[in-house]
């Protein structure tokens, strides 16, 4: 009998939640032991597996370290859990934010178990959508992440934590009400859960519930709405601005990230033809992201906010990425999910310092910071020009295949036209971070700033993890996308790239 590995890194965050909730509240230290050491392990079992993996050229679409039990009898639902290409880098990320998180929130003193116990369980519902295989085990996956995410918002969050944590659960559920009719529309047509043999079946049966485009404009919304993509992106302002520091981290790292994998996964995958048909379209709802989000970035002053409108123009270019449907775009794109997920959540970590070290979150009010706290200063300053795409970070190489893969696409009309477009996102990019470095950290040293503290020896721990994953792909992009590739090709070759 095989090892079940993905069960043990999917339920391991899960059973350390559960272990954190009998703990005596008074224990603080041990909480915090408990919780690092149920996210390093999984962290460690998803590096073992990401060594593992097949990157040979026939492993191309195959799904590996797969485990399949029967579940559900009467709904022929299945435990069906399983990596390729595509997911299994995605697997990596969470396990790695979901380990850094811990650190990242080694000083919460408030409540601290049962913020643990949410974070962890957090984690599991995210790992779970991307290693699930059966749509009913996808589904639920989805829906559980709600509950921690509500609770991690609304209780240890600032600002109007309560508003912004019932906004994010009712844009979700909204999406998530599409996404199930999508799923029962596929499960009542093809008789089946199993995301490997519906993609396999083709779209010859779908036509006798509902016309293909439908389902796939049910399944899309659901996958906007996480993205999320203009115009149903106005919850994740509010959200990003009111979580906590290490909730901003996972949910800008990689809880947005599971609309762009259901897209890949779901809705190109699945439904080729409505993909390239509605393709245009949505196209210009991605530049429209693009420009929107980085022009309305430029007008914010909370360091935080601007990161979060930072992060809706960002996934305008995964969204841009997908439906230009060439290899090397759809590549770029999950590129670029994984890049932005190491970029922004470094980014939101430098700002959790600052505000908690200075006190201050409004631009205007700082200055003069890169003499008093010279490591934040630096470490903030490499992951703003990573998120402009500065050559040798992991940002510049997945915009430039996005742009590249979108350019030379002909699967989309005009696809020329759109890339040069989506390329002015770049320059306001530019303008936008450059502005929040220069007025955070240069011009004139302001006296009541004088003897905050910088970053301490934990703090320089996981800025620095970050800081070298960050120059590791984009040194070595190929250490991802060899992988990225075998998941994204017979996606690709669905439109003859």
């Not at 470094?346 to 600052?354: E, I, K, N, S």
Request: aromatic residues 12%; neutral net charge.
């Amino acid at each position: 009998m095989e090892f079940n590995y993905l069960t043990i890194i999917l339920f391991l965050p899960a059973v350390g939640a559960i272990i954190i909730a009998l703990i005596s509240r008074k224990d603080d230290a041990l909480i915090k032991r408990v919780a690092a050491i149920f996210t390093g392990i999984p962290l460690i079992l998803a590096i073992c597996l990401f060594v593992a993996f097949d990157r040979s050229t026939g492993a191309a679409g195959v799904i590996q370290f797969e485990e399949k039990y029967l579940w559900i009898t009467q709904l022929n639902a299945h435990y069906h859990l399983g990596v390729d290409g595509l997911s299994m880098p995605l697997v990596l990320l969470t396990c790695f934010l979901g380990f850094l998180v811990v650190l990242i929130s080694w000083k919460v003193h408030d409540r601290p178990r049962q913020f643990f116990a949410w974070l962890l369980l957090l984690e599991t519902s995210i790992i779970g959508v991307f290693v699930s295989l059966d749509l009913l085990l996808f589904f639920v996956m989805w829906e559980i992440e709600v509950i921690p995410m509500y609770f991690l918002i609304s209780i240890w969050g600032s600002g109007r934590r309560e508003y912004s944590a019932i906004k994010y659960v009712l844009y979700t559920l909204f999406g998530s009400a599409f996404m199930l009719a999508g799923i029962l529309s596929l499960y009542f047509t093809t008789g089946s859960l199993s995301m490997v043999d519906i993609s396999n079946q083709g779209l010859g049966m779908v036509q006798s519930i509902m016309p293909a485009a439908a389902i796939f404009w049910l399944l899309f919304i659901g996958f906007a709405v996480k993205l999320p993509m203009f115009p149903f992106h106005t919850w994740l302002p509010d959200a990003h601005t009111d979580a906590p520091t290490a909730v901003s981290v996972i949910l800008a790292g990689v809880l947005i990230k599971m609309g762009g994998y259901g897209m890949i996964r779901l809705c190109v995958g699945m439904f080729p033809g409505p993909a390239q048909q509605y393709a245009q379209i949505l196209i210009i709802l991605a530049l429209i992201g693009i420009i929107y989000g980085a022009a309305v970035t430029l007008m914010q002053t909370d360091i935080k906010r601007m990161i979060a409108y930072s992060s809706i123009s960002h996934m305008g270019y995964v969204l841009l990425g997908i439906f230009a449907l060439s290899q090397v775009s759809l590549t770029g794109a999950a590129l670029q999910m994984f890049s932005h997920g190491i970029i922004t959540g470094l980014l939101f970590a430098m700002a959790g310092l600052v505000i908690h070290n200075i006190k201050v979150r409004d631009l205007r009010k700082l200055g003069g910071l890169a003499r008093q706290v010279p490591i934040i200063t630096a470490v903030f300053s490499v992951a703003g020009l990573a998120a402009l795409g500065l050559p040798t970070t992991s940002g510049f190489v997945a915009e430039f295949l996005i742009f590249l893969g979108a350019f030379n696409s002909t699967a989309v009309p005009y696809a020329q036209v759109y890339t040069i477009i989506a390329i002015i996102g770049v320059v306001l990019t530019a303008g936008y971070i450059l502005w929040m470095l220069q007025q955070a950290f240069f011009g004139p040293v302001k006296e009541e700033f004088n003897g905050v503290k910088d970053a301490d020896g934990l703090e320089k721990f996981y800025m620095f993890v970050l800081v070298a994953v960050i120059m590791l792909v984009g040194i070595y992009p190929a250490i991802l996308t060899d992988v990225f590739k075998l998941g994204i090709t017979p996606i690709a070759g669905l439109f003859g790239g």
